[in-house]
């Protein structure tokens, strides 16, 4: 599939942060997820889409935002499209009831999820956290994510995303 030599996650779970081999360990929903070893250095999405000729429309995005009201701080993982950004301001900030959000800091975002920054996925977070996922994502017969580490990608169905236990699935997430 596209450039990339793809196995079953199960079967490299040295590929995968320990968080999220857990929860793909764990998992009870539908879909095969699959994992192909990437250059760590190309692990951001425009530099990994050209490398291995995989289109931007089935690569997705996870940020981790902060939501503040009130001195209190909601942390929120948002999974958009490469091709649309998080609307983190209007959608993402109202769904928080914060009065602001923004992302969230690198060093917190790798701290809270227990995963390499540029290799944060929506599998294996923190159980109480909200992951808002836009509608476009799970529309797609399969999206290529982080996996919860620079050096490999999961390739999962769209559809999945919308399973992990605290998703939400809202559109327009994404602009």
Known sequence: MWGLTIEPALD???LLAETVASAIRAWKGDGAFQVAEIDPGLADTAAFCERYAVPLEVSANCVIVAGKRGGETRLAACVVLATTRADV???VRKHLDARKASFAPQDQAVAETGMEYGGITPFGLPSTWPVLVDRAVTEQAY?????GV???????PGAALAGIGTAEVLPGLAR
Do not use: A, E, Q, Y
């Open 12 to 14: 490299r779970t040295d």
């Open 89 to 91: 301001n209007g959608v």
């Open 143 to 147: 999206v290529v994510v982080g996996s």
């Open 150 to 156: 620079r050096r490999s990608k999961l390739i999962v």
